[in-house]
């Protein structure tokens, strides 16, 4: 038996010898170490060749050179994310001595800076840009809201966790947190007047981007082409924002191989290097390390080898106090770029016998020449498509016949704004425009959670499937875990034809919904329905702004009592029913956010009907939600709302058929409508007006102080009739809290007046509603 498996194995084993293993000969190893010595001495090459060119030009600042012709000045800018704003006031002292920069190389933050003031922009006017960066939207991959198509404004946002599967069903892990769209298009703004301009040493002063080769690991020098996305090369740190693709080559941050180009720049003939080192030190592993730290360290082993060689090489090193500050420190940027100037101005005594105002003025007046063009498209080409199609890209070109820098960034951005683009970059050459895209078409699973007062916490999950082609569809699985589950499959076929889309929907769903009946403050008893419903849609947009459609389905509703006191009139009112609905809808949607807008409007019109099956009872209603949001000043807006909704022959509905209101925000597909001053889903009604004006001030980026006054006429509903009354009521809430943005979705803390009693009313709010 020993035998029989030897020989198995032997067998085994030359079958698959090509693939698991290889025998390397005594001329195979000598191959290899040739190799090596081969790239070595190279490398020695190299150094040799810096040191002749030392030779060539022997600068001291105390005893300046009488060679009459004048030296060619290089400025090295390193990297070092928002240190790079000490770059900023080194620039500002030079420029005050007049010193020529004839080459200018950078890494990362340092390449923005460098390529700024190799295309012309003076110091001041590069503070300027880079202090009012909005840093908080830019570190984001979020297209404009207002770019979106209405259909993908509904429940997009409601997913913060998403992971993706490819055809394989292999689990599809981001490259990076960030894609760096939005940092692109603010880059092809800042560098629009270099559009033309495809060769970096034609530039006013010759500029080079640092980069590193993701697949190799060698630094790379970036001397030609988008300048905006060889900037974009240069900082794109790793597992931070996603590798740059070009071809089969993907590029991430030059201070993974070299954060101090100063050799790149002797080998473009620089006679005189000045260098600004605001590179961090290496950081130290310790017990209290983390993933972050441990990703840093290994990606700037190399960079941090080849910094501390080219420290040592350059003529005049320039090293400001920013050290302390962080890498992502914004608030801090006025501070740095000072700190800059103090560093750079210790150097006086080297930057008087630099000074030259006529090779300086020649530089500037070349700089002052260049300005961003108009341009007349004629052509489109795309490049990495597969869904996208070039009719479709010049639908959304921007209606006019020259389009300027805005226009351009505007158009890139609507392409972004699709659904299943995840990047897009552009050139202009003449008068054709190539866009390069990175499409999408994987499956995704999403994931959000949610809490609101009574009503608990849940977690949603859903998987995606789409399926491009002349018709998209849209696959969709979701299911909420909470005290409440539900579930639902749903189908969405569209078309577009130039403006205007065409959808279709099917969707089959079961659910459970609660029905809380409130005395006063107190929820005193609670039903529970289990619905079973089909739906068939159709609709069109028009613009990409409005939607409008018609919905028919089917619901089975089971009502059962859960917990609480048990209430006749509930077990009455609430019998089976078995049913067909029809609607009408009206939606548009032109919000900056979702949550926390500052601008725009939003419209909601419901035209609803349904009849019970087996009898001829039947109700019919109309409901409409409308919210406008106005900005004061940056930080202040304010909103006005109203709300209003009517059902006939309402006891034939259900109760999850009623308007049911209270509680912090709307769900309009559920009826159910926020009221500061009652709890939620407190309050069932058949016939309601609600009006609303709220304030909001931005403390922070994405931390608000709410603040809203609602008033509320409503018919009284039987089923409420125990603790109502009088047939009519009025009734008015007020109050404010906070509102925070988190990764997670927004959350509210408000603390209201309660219509019931005379104690605060507490609400809390976390996530989406789904």
Not at 508 to 515: D, E, L, Q, T, V
Not at 732 to 755: A, D, K, Q, V
């Amino acid at each position: 038996m020993k035998k029989l498996f030897c020989i198995f194995l032997l067998c085994f084993s030359w079958c698959f010898a090509d693939s698991l293993a290889q025998i390397n000969t005594q001329e195979d190893k000598i191959q290899a170490l040739d190799k090596q010595i081969a790239a070595l001495m190279e490398k020695k090459h190299i150094l040799e060749n810096l040191k002749k060119q030392f030779s060539k030009y022997d600068y001291n600042p105390d005893n300046p050179s009488t060679i009459e012709t004048r030296p060619k000045i290089a400025l090295v800018l390193s990297g070092g994310g928002a240190k790079g704003a000490a770059h900023i006031g080194v620039l500002k002292v030079l420029e005050n001595y007049h010193i020529p920069i004839d080459i200018i190389t950078g890494t990362s933050a340092g390449s923005i800076v460098a390529a700024m003031y190799a295309i012309g922009y003076s110091p001041d006017e590069i503070e300027k840009i880079i202090i009012n960066l909005q840093f908080n939207k830019l570190l984001s991959n979020s297209p404009n809201r207002a770019l979106k198509s209405v259909i993908e404004k509904i429940d997009k946002d409601k997913y913060p966790i998403s992971l993706e599967i490819d055809k394989n069903f292999d689990l599809s892990l981001p490259m990076g947190v960030l894609n760096g769209e939005l940092v692109y298009l603010q880059l092809k703004e800042i560098f629009g007047r270099a559009e033309k301009i495809n060769n970096f040493d034609n530039f006013p002063i010759k500029f080079r981007a640092m980069t590193t080769n993701l697949q190799t690991g060698e630094a790379v020098a970036l001397s030609n082409g988008d300048l905006a996305l060889a900037t974009l090369k240069s900082m794109a740190i790793p597992t931070f924002i996603d590798p740059i693709q070009d071809g089969t080559k993907f590029y991430v941050d030059g201070g993974v191989s070299d954060n101090f180009p100063v050799v790149e720049a002797l080998n473009m003939g620089a006679d005189i290097v000045i260098a600004v080192d605001i590179t961090a030190d290496p950081s130290k592993i310790t017990d209290n390390s983390n993933i972050i730290t441990i990703i840093d360290k290994l990606s700037t082993y190399n960079g941090n080898k080849s910094t501390n060689f080219q420290k040592e090489i350059a003529d005049i090193l320039i090293t400001p106090p920013v050290k302390k500050h962080g890498t992502l420190s914004f608030d801090d940027l006025h501070k740095m770029v000072i700190e800059g100037e103090e560093a750079a101005n210790k150097m006086d005594f080297a930057f008087k016998n630099l000074s030259d105002k006529k090779a300086f003025q020649e530089i500037k007046e070349k700089g002052s020449s260049l300005k961003d063009g108009i341009y007349k498209i004629n052509h489109i080409v795309l490049i990495g498509n597969k869904v996208l199609t070039e009719r479709e890209v010049s639908l959304l070109k921007p209606n006019t016949k020259s389009l300027n820098r805005n226009d351009l960034n505007l158009w890139a951005e609507k392409i972004y704004a699709l659904d299943f683009i995840e990047r897009v970059f552009y050139r202009v050459e003449n008068d054709t425009i190539y866009f390069t895209v990175k499409e999408n078409s994987k499956t995704k699973l999403q994931a959000g959670i949610s809490y609101v007062s009574d009503y608990g916490a849940a977690l949603e999950v859903a998987a995606e499937i789409p399926d491009f082609g002349l018709w998209s569809k849209n696959y969709s699985f979701r299911a909420e875990f909470s005290k409440y589950p539900k579930l639902s499959i749903k189908d969405i076929t569209e078309y577009r034809l130039i403006n205007t889309n065409f959808i279709f929907a099917g969707e089959m769903s079961y659910g459970i919904n609660p029905i809380f009946i409130y005395d006063k403050k107190n929820k005193i008893s609670t039903y529970t329905s289990n619905l079973f419903n089909i739906n068939l849609s159709a609709g069109t947009t028009l613009f990409n702004k409005i939607l409008f459609g018609y919905n028919f389905g089917y619901n089975y509703i089971n009502t059962n009592y859960n917990e609480g006191a048990r209430l006749p009139i509930i077990d009455k009112f609430n019998s089976d029913k078995n049913y067909f609905t029809n609607t009408l809808f009206f939606y548009t949607d032109t919000l900056n956010e979702s949550l926390y807008p500052t601008e725009g409007l939003q419209f909601v019109l419901q035209g609803f009907s349904g009849n019970v099956i087996g009898n001829s009872k039947s109700f019919e209603g109309i409901s409409y939600t409308q919210s406008s949001y106005f900005p004061l000043t940056k930080n202040l807006s304010i909103g006005l709302s109203l709300t209003g909704g009517k059902i006939l022959d309402a006891k034939s509905a259900h109760t999850i058929d009623l308007f049911s209101i209270g509680g912090l925000r709307n769900s309009d597909t559920r009826r159910n409508y926020g009221f500061y001053g009652l709890p939620v889903m407190s309050l069932y009604t058949d016939k309601f007006l609600m009006g609303g004006a709220s304030i909001q001030y931005s403390l922070f980026e994405n931390l608000y102080l709410i603040g809203k006054y609602n008033i509320l006429n409503y018919n009284q509903h039987p089923i409420l009739k125990n603790i109502k009354l009088s047939e009519k009521e009025t009734i008015n809430g007020y109050g404010g809290g906070i509102g925070w943005r988190t990764f997670l979705g927004p959350m509210e803390f408000i603390i209201s007046n309660s219509n019931y009693t005379n104690s605060p009313l507490y609400q809390v709010q976390i996530g989406y509603t789904f």
